[in-house]
């Protein structure tokens, strides 16, 4: 990291500065921590990131493992439904969102415990190198805007997909029935049609509703809030890589001394080693990010062939597909910036005169051409604007083999026996 002269020098004054991760995340945080999603304590603080802390003995922790626990029983029953309908397309939408659910609140419980030491990383590395003078550039300064406003939009557009699947599963309801001359209660059909798996083991009753609310929404939440999380991380670490490419381009015409070369550089790494210690804390959530993402593409594209009963099915269906793809794009395209200020920094080094080169220097552009800057899913692929294709490139594979192997009778369905949207 950054030299210990300059954490110390700068630390105090800017305990109250509102511009680091820390604070930009802290709306969010207290979001997720309501929901049971990622169960850290003292990240709700306004500006100081050092009492950030994991304790199992918390009430948050708790209810995360309540959630995981509830996450389980639900794939159990999810499994006990698709064994007894049968494992179609068209019937294994609640088992594998059960799945993605339970592994999606796992992931951010792995993620709680490592975080601590990550945000406290970033914190001292923003004090000591990007939230000093000679690296404010504009967007650095309105830095905790820039990454609210980002999130908020997803986190209003997660919540406007999620308040349409509701009113489409209302709407469904009371259009099967009087569809089918149904003489049952109301909200008690809508639950067994959207919680089929949990009502068929229990009896329904009215004071079991607001834990299943409870657990659905912190789910659908868990479920939307992986890409929404990484791509606030993403845009962290995109804008201080332009900060750092900012610094440099300022300065790519004239003769500095070895000095600022020398500083620059342990600038850059410092950055660098915040890049691999949060690509190691955040891999297994873009893992399970990109997985979920490329198999929820592939069954919606295959959906889109059905036809759909009525006008709201249809709203619906292809507001949600709009929506993943957005969410998806914007994760993959803010992890690609990353990577591809990287390389801006390289082409703008080039542009030194020869004359200008020093020995400090060229270290600084040996570490760039021989280094990837960019997050990955476990090292098994990194997250660059050439993934985006490369997954494109699959889901077309995959749905052809899909059209050319399902046939159309495995895709009707009985609008009075279905059970959900």
Request: with cysteine; hydrophobic share 50%.
């Amino acid at each position: 990291m950054a030299k210990g002269n300059r954490v110390a020098a700068s630390s105090e004054p800017s305990q109250q500065n509102t511009n680091t991760m820390h604070h930009a995340l802290r709306p969010f945080m207290m979001i997720s921590q309501v929901l049971a999603t990622l169960p850290v304590s003292g990240a709700c603080r306004k500006s100081y990131a050092e009492r950030v802390h994991f304790s199992w003995c918390t009430l948050i922790s708790c209810l995360s493992l309540i959630m995981i626990a509830f996450s389980l029983i639900d794939v159990v029953l999810s499994t006990k439904v698709v064994m007894e309908f049968g494992l179609k397309l068209y019937t294994v939408g609640p088992f594998s969102f059960s799945i993605i659910s339970a592994v999606s609140v796992s992931s951010f419980l792995q993620l709680a415990r490592k975080w601590p030491d990550l945000i406290k990383h970033m914190y001292r590395c923003e004090l000591a190198v990007f939230l000093q003078k000679s690296y404010a550039n504009g967007e650095s300064r309105n830095f905790t805007n820039n990454v609210r406003k980002f999130g908020a939009i997803l986190l209003f557009g997660a919540a406007m997909e999620h308040s349409v699947y509701i009113g489409t599963a209302i709407f469904n309801n009371d259009f099967q029935i009087k569809k089918c001359n149904l003489t049952v209660d109301f909200w008690k059909n809508y639950y067994m049609r959207e919680r089929l798996q949990i009502f068929s083991i229990f009896n329904y009753h009215a004071w079991l509703i607001p834990l299943v609310q409870w657990i659905t929404i912190s789910t659908t939440f868990a479920w939307n809030y992986v890409d929404i999380f990484l791509s606030m991380i993403f845009r962290c670490f995109a804008i201080r890589f332009r900060q750092m490419h900012w610094r440099i381009k300022r300065h790519a015409k004239k003769q500095m001394p070895n000095d600022f070369w020398h500083e620059v550089r342990n600038d850059f790494m410092s950055l660098v080693d915040l890049l691999r210690l949060f690509d190691d804390g955040l891999s297994t959530l873009i893992l399970v990010s990109c997985c979920n993402n490329l198999y929820f593409i592939c069954v919606q594209i295959f959906h889109s062939f059905n036809n759909r009963d009525n006008f709201m099915k249809e709203f619906y269906f292809w507001f949600s597909l709009l929506f993943v793809l957005v969410r998806i794009l914007t994760m993959m395209l803010s992890a690609g910036a990353v990577h591809d200020e990287a390389k801006q920094i390289m082409s703008t080094m080039y542009e030194i005169p020869t004359k200008f080169w020093c020995l400090e220097l060229k270290r600084l552009n040996e570490i760039i051409i021989h280094d990837l800057f960019a997050f990955s899913g476990k090292s098994f692929f990194f997250l660059t604007r050439r993934l985006i294709f490369a997954m494109a490139g699959t889901i077309v594979v995959y749905e052809l083999v899909l059209i050319d192997q399902v046939e159309d009778k495995d895709v009707v369905t009985d609008f009075c026996t279905s059970r959900n949207v």
